[in-house]
């Protein structure tokens, strides 16, 4: 069995890498950041079961804007195959067609699981700005 320190390393290396993937565009690999049966639910939209609406929603995304984002966890609690975060973001999303970035700040919540390899995906995403409807 791995330790906490392990597992909050190879979390955190998760959150990075999904940081990156934002920032590079890279749909399948956002994507495959995820379970196969996952749920992301980003806001003001409908929930997106399995990583292949996960992908979609993403290529949709990155066809239309650069993101940068940059996160920070603030609590992790683990039990078994599975980890529970919550914590806070800050997002830039420049569309393609205007080239005037929209400034974003929130939290977000996520349910992780260690796969039979050892390797944590997300299973369940859900983030919120802190900002007040457009």
């Known amino acids: 069995m791995t330790t906490n320190s392990t597992n909050v390393e190879s979390i955190r290396s998760l959150l990075a890498e999904y940081n990156q993937t934002c920032a590079t565009g890279d749909a399948a690999a ?3 950041l995820f379970t196969k049966d996952a749920v992301s639910m980003p ?4 929930p997106l079961v399995g990583r292949t609406a996960v992908e979609t929603w ?4 990155f066809e239309q804007m650069n993101v ?15 980890a529970f975060l919550r914590g806070t973001y800050s997002a830039t999303y420049t569309p393609k067609a205007e080239d005037v970035p929209i400034e974003d700040t929130g ?24 900002q007040p409807p457009a």
């Not at 993403?58 to 995304?61: H, P, R």
């Open 43 to 46: 806001p003001n939209a409908p």
């Open 58 to 61: 993403a290529e949709n995304l």
């Open 68 to 82: 940068q984002v940059s996160s920070e966890d603030s609590e992790m609690i683990f039990t078994g195959e599975w």
């Open 30 to 32: 956002y994507a495959a």
């Open 107 to 130: 939290t977000w919540l996520v349910i992780m699981k260690s796969e039979s390899d050892g390797a944590w995906k997300y299973a369940r995403l859900m983030w919120n700005s802190d």
